[in-house]
């Protein structure tokens, strides 16, 4: 009895560490994205935006696409991945101006 109470508790230990390794990797994309923003300043009707993120050991990159259809709309699209774990995420959106 005490050697599965061991074991269950190392198995608890494992799923735990697996858990803050893929919080890290959610809060390095999340900064990532955090720093791609559209340049309101800029002439062109489309944009390309990188950002880079950190948290904790772990690094990410994102990239998005801010693309101006008129004065009233926005749309846009990003994805960024991790460059320890390989993790990716995506987002797309849409702005309305009026």
């Known amino acids: 009895m005490a ?4 074991n269950a508790l190392h198995a608890l230990d494992s799923r735990m560490s697996d858990l803050e390794t893929e919080m890290d990797d959610v809060a390095a994309l999340s900064a990532a994205f955090s720093a791609l923003t559209p340049n309101a300043r800029a ?7 990188l950002g880079l993120g950190n948290y904790g050991s772990v690094n990410a990159l994102a990239m998005g696409v801010y693309h101006y259809v ?6 846009n ?3 960024s991945t991790t460059f320890d774990h390989g993790k990716t995420a995506a987002r797309a959106g849409i702005t ?3």
Request: glycine share 14%; proline share 0%; charged share 10%.
């Open 96 to 98: 309305f101006g009026f």
């Open 70 to 75: 008129n004065d009233n709309v926005l749309i």
């Open 3 to 6: 050697n599965d109470t061991q």
């Open 43 to 49: 002439s062109g009707n489309t944009q390309i935006s």
């Open 77 to 79: 699209a990003g994805a």
